[in-house]
């Protein structure tokens, strides 16, 4: 059964039961708490769990959205700060995810690690000279080549950093028998890269560390060059557990209803396990008709994913 994530209709509402009323009213029963909830928001949405007919499969860090952030802003605090009150604060707002997901049965807490601050704004000189030049021309590859210099030099101290962070929250999960997952990202300047992600989990090696898989970030990357989207599933499938749900089209169109855009489904989805739970995420912009023909395309095509 695919889950919905409330990032959909979360902007259309103050109060938290008309965002489930909309998405139960599309004929899904499970649902995402996605990042950018406000406290009310929460509040209304705790009133209509009380009352049954949906289940909660994750929750989305940071939920609810810290009170002096007024828009929607999952990267708000990261991890991979330099400056330890925020780094302080993420931790805090983490922790707080996961009493959400604790309060609301849900299984998975899905995390954003932070960004290298140096590297800031790379991803789109990188998408410039794409446009302009090609994925092929000689001049977008030395301009990767040199993004990808710059960021092997400046990864591994920023990695360390959120390593050191995630070793109590990883604990604390445990004892709450969630998974915190690490969502893929779709700039390069995000840590952990792919090769950073692996390494991550074989050092934790527990199953409340574990990779989310974001469709469209994943495409953007292989649009720029960075990834073969196949070859990385099958790489990270053993650590996959979940997936965010999106379509995609090139170069950094994302957030798609599933089947408008260009990412092959029939042919990534095997690479993953069956067990996998997926995450529709998508633009506010999606009409309800939509959603619900590429629902029905999906379990006809995965059965045994849906």
């Known amino acids: 059964m695919l889950s919905f994530s409330t990032n959909w209709n979360a902007s259309r509402h103050h109060d938290g039961a008309l965002i489930v009323k909309e998405i139960l009213e599309l004929g899904f029963t499970s649902i995402e708490l996605g990042h950018g909830l406000s406290v009310s928001q929460l509040h209304g949405i705790r009133g209509a769990f009380a009352q049954g007919g949906f289940q909660v499969t994750s929750v989305h860090n940071f939920c609810p959205m810290p009170v002096e952030i007024l ?111 690490v969502e893929n990202r779709s700039d390069f300047e995000a840590v952990p890269t792919e090769r950073e992600l692996l390494a991550l989990l074989r050092r934790f090696d527990t199953p409340h560390l574990r990779y989310w898989h974001d469709f469209g970030h994943a495409q953007m990357r292989e649009s720029l060059g960075l990834l073969d989207h196949d070859q990385w599933l099958e790489q990270i499938a053993p650590f996959a557990v979940g997936a965010h749900l999106q379509d995609a089209r090139w170069p950094d169109e994302d957030h798609l209803i599933p089947f408008e855009g260009e990412i092959p489904f029939d042919q990534l989805v095997p690479l993953l396990p069956s067990s996998l739970s997926y995450v529709l995420e998508l633009s506010s912009r999606a009409t309800p008709a939509a959603i619900q023909a590429a629902d029905t395309k999906w379990k006809t095509l995965f059965a045994n994913e849906s």
């Open 71 to 181: 828009t929607d802003n999952p990267d708000c605090y990261e991890f991979t700060s330099q400056r330890s009150g925020e780094k302080e604060r993420s931790v805090r707002l983490t922790r707080q995810t996961m009493e959400t997901a604790v309060e609301f049965g849900a299984r998975y807490v899905v995390l954003h690690l932070g960004r290298i601050t140096p590297l800031r704004g790379m991803t789109d000189s990188l998408l410039g000279s794409l446009r302009v030049n090609g994925v092929a021309s000689r001049e977008y590859s030395r301009a990767k080549l040199a993004a990808v210099q710059k960021r092997e030099r400046q990864g591994p101290a920023f990695l360390d950093r959120v390593t050191r962070l995630l070793e109590p929250l990883v604990e604390e999960a445990s004892k709450k028998e969630i998974t915190l997952v």
